[in-house]
């Protein structure tokens, strides 16, 4: 069970210190690091160099039974631990992130290509997800209200859903996993995560080594890596969990809602996004192109909430495309373990071929690369186009790479309709000295979230995180999660004799 030794086959890999005694190469079930046995093996494989880190044990259909049965009994006793106690085990958790920071940014350079700026943002992420949920087992309240019959009191009263199963992404696995684990775990509920099969460390056991550290019952969070296209249907539609929260992409989103819905589970879906970067006829051309850059090559692009499209006035469009081309060939490339890389390489040789299959099909329907363009192997240049009209692959699709289409416009108008042009309606920002004016753009744009005079990188562990059409079903985060995350259940009291008609 013990394998931390080969996520260190690299030299210049400091050991790592997270919890060294444990073994990645198991399944987390029942409070147990169950090994491998005869199980099918996930080889991680780090996207810098191609070597496989490790192997994650492939979780078997009773595994997943053997998860969601546990689960269900571990949540009667939890459920009834007051509330101080546990927020305190999720508070601690939190905690126990932040002392293994470093480790966690080797770990994420390995499973998913992140550089030590993402690493950042994604520990911050998770410690501010984990704060805001902790804080909710205190939080959660019912109500009284008034009844139209004489002699009776009604009573709201709040209970955990039960079991909630998680199903995440690889491109920020431990926040994405914590932004529901933590708030599920502090209202009561018991989990079971399937991490994605590029991060089922960053993604699922390096939780449950941490919320094992801060002293959670056996059997209240398990894991269960495995290959979503041979266990996600059983998991999506399994009978015992309440809620199925998934984030990932549309497609595989509205599958997992369609069978979580078979079983009476309420599905919580956070999808994919075509987001749109306005920069008005007004707007301060500097700030434009400095957020336009950060929220395009941030994570190689691969966020929810990056920049798809870029969308400005025509009088703007050769000094912002020639300002943005610059950001982007400035950009260092490398491996994420090296210090001062900015961009690493995007997650597989499937998303490679899908992002430079966009570019090579938009560029023979007329669009001009004026930054970037190459790759070599899973490191795809910072890569800017002009010329783009809004049906060419690159600006359509949600490209999640590092690609930034910029698409002219005439009017406020025109860049509304190009925007809201999508299925998807996650995020998007608009850029205009006149805030009235770009407010009115933001009114009018179809998402869930719009930031003004910044970028649509933006996710606040108290604010509500989510989209429309086809971004998702649902708010993550603070009050709306609670919602997610809980049931009311009413209560009436008859509290003198009533009257019947017969
Ligand atoms: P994906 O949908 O391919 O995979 C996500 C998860 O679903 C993985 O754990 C995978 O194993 C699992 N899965 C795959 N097939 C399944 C099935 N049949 N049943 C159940 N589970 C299955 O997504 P991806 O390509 O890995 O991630 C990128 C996508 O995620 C993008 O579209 C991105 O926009 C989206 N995303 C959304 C948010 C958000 O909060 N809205 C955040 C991050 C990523």
Known sequence: ???????????????????????????????????????????????????TVTTVPHATEDDVDEAFAVAETAQEEWAKRPPQERAAIVSEAGDLLGSYADDLATLFALECGGVQLKADFEIQLAQGTIDVGAGLAMRASGRHKQSVTPGKENLVVREPAGVVGVITPWNFPLYLTSRVVAPALALGNSVVIKPDEHTPVTGGLVLAKVFEEAGLPDGVLNVV????????????????????????????????????????????????????????????????????????????????????????????????????????????????????????????????????????????????????????????????????????????????????????????????????????????????????????????????????????LNDEPHVPFGGVGASGMGRYNDEWILEILTTTKWISVQREPREYPY
């Open 225 to 456: 890596p495995g290959y979503g296209d041979e266990i996600g249907d059983h998991f999506s539609g399994h009978p015992t969990p309440s809620v199925m929260s998934f984030t990932g992409s549309s497609e595989i989103g509205r599958r997992v809602g369609q069978h979580a819905v078979g079983s009476y589970t309420e599905p919580a879906l956070e999808l994919g996004g075509n987001n749109a970067h306005v920069v008005l006829e007004d707007a301060d051309l500097e700030r434009a192109i400095d957020a336009g850059a950060f929220g395009s090559f941030t994570h190689q692009g691969q966020e929810c909430i990056s920049i798809n499209r870029h969308l400005v006035h025509e009088s703007l469009y050769d000094e912002y495309v020639a300002g943005l081309a610059d950001r982007a060939a400035s950009l260092p490339i490398g491996d994420p373990l090296e210090e001062g890389s900015l961009v690493g390489p995007v997650i597989n040789e499937s998303q490679r071929d899908k992002i430079v299959g966009f570019l090579e099909e938009s560029v023979e329907r007329g669009a001009t690369i004026e930054a970037g363009g190459d790759h070599d192997g899973l490191f795809v240049e910072p890569t800017v186009l002009s010329g783009v009209s809004a049906d060419m692959p690159v600006a359509c699709n949600e490209h999640f790479g590092p690609v930034a289409p910029v698409i002219p416009f005439e009017s406020d108008e025109e860049a509304i309709r190009i925007a809201n042009d999508t299925e998807y309606g996650l995020s998007g920002s608009v850029h205009s000295t006149d805030l009235e004016r770009a407010r009115d753009v933001a009114d009018a744009l179809e998402t869930g979230m719009v930031h003004i005079n910044d970028q649509p």
């Open 1 to 51: 069970m013990t394998n931390i030794d080969s996520f260190v086959e690299r030299d210049d890999v400091d050991a790592l210190e997270i919890a060294p005694e444990a073994g990645w190469n198991a399944l987390y079930l029942d409070g147990e690091w169950v090994a491998g046995g005869d199980r099918d093996a996930i080889p991680v494989e780090d996207p810098a160099t191609r070597s």
